[in-house]
Nanobody, 115 residues
Framework: QVQVVESGGGLVQPGGSLRLSCAAS????????MAWYRQAPGKGRELVAE???????KYAGSVKGRFTISRINANNTMYLQMNSLKPEDTAVYFC?????????WGQGTQVTVSS
């Protein structure tokens, strides 16, 4: 089984920044893509950003220009740098590792943007 561990969530004021981290037990060589999703209370899970094994990246329109997704193959780690945070960014953020059509999820980390 693929182990996925997330960290970096917390409380931040509007306009602030956070960096989320996701570590996977599986080598990035065998991972097709990695992504960050988020889910706010009462809402569905939303794709925030995705990066392929080749390094191509996609972002949701609501975060484009503010968030940056990256991956470091040497230690099988993915990051989500979140800048200019807004209250509507408040959610539980999940790391998703995709292998051959299967998705492996982290436990989620809470991000709260509030004054």
């Amino acid at each position: 089984q693929v182990q996925v561990v997330e960290s970096g969530g917390g409380l931040v004021q509007p306009g602030g920044s956070l960096r989320l981290s996701c570590a996977a037990s599986r080598s990035f060589v065998s991972i097709d893509a990695m992504a960050w999703y988020r889910q706010a209370p009462g809402k569905g899970r939303e794709l925030v950003a995705e990066v392929s094994s080749s390094g191509s990246r996609k972002y949701a329109g609501s975060v484009k220009g503010r968030f940056t997704i990256s991956r470091i193959n040497a230690n099988n780690t993915m990051y989500l740098q979140m800048n200019s945070l807004k209250p509507e960014d408040t959610a539980v953020y999940f790391c998703d590792v995709e292998i051959s059509g299967y998705q492996f999820w982290g436990q989620g980390t809470q991000v709260t943007v509030s004054s």
